[in-house]
């Protein structure tokens, strides 16, 4: 994977809040959450949610579904397995 991807998922991760909010979404699996579920737990206003999940979904961190009027979020798990395969692939090679 390029830097370049790798480092625009690191710098939306790098924030606070994009950060609680991703935790929050590893947490719920495969199937996601519900946005507002996300809102109500984290306390965070809705149009500031909606910047920051934004933000992780244009850096491949996430997708979105809608089931009804209902908005999903899903972690992307294989682009944050890339990043954390990234940040190991040289792990201790200098230790050779």
Known sequence: MEIEVIAKA??????PTRLAIFKRLVKS?????????VQ???KIP?????HHISSLA???LIKQRR???VLY????YE?????IAFLQDECCIDEQ
């Open 79 to 83: 682009k944050l397995l890339s990043v």
């Open 46 to 50: 809705g149009s500031t949610l909606s």
């Open 40 to 42: 109500e737990e984290l």
């Open 10 to 15: 690191l710098k939306e991760l790098g924030h």
């Open 58 to 60: 244009s850096a491949g």
């Open 29 to 37: 699996g495969e199937q996601g959450i519900a946005v507002g579920v």
């Open 73 to 76: 979020c899903v972690v992307e």
């Open 67 to 69: 089931e009804g009027r």
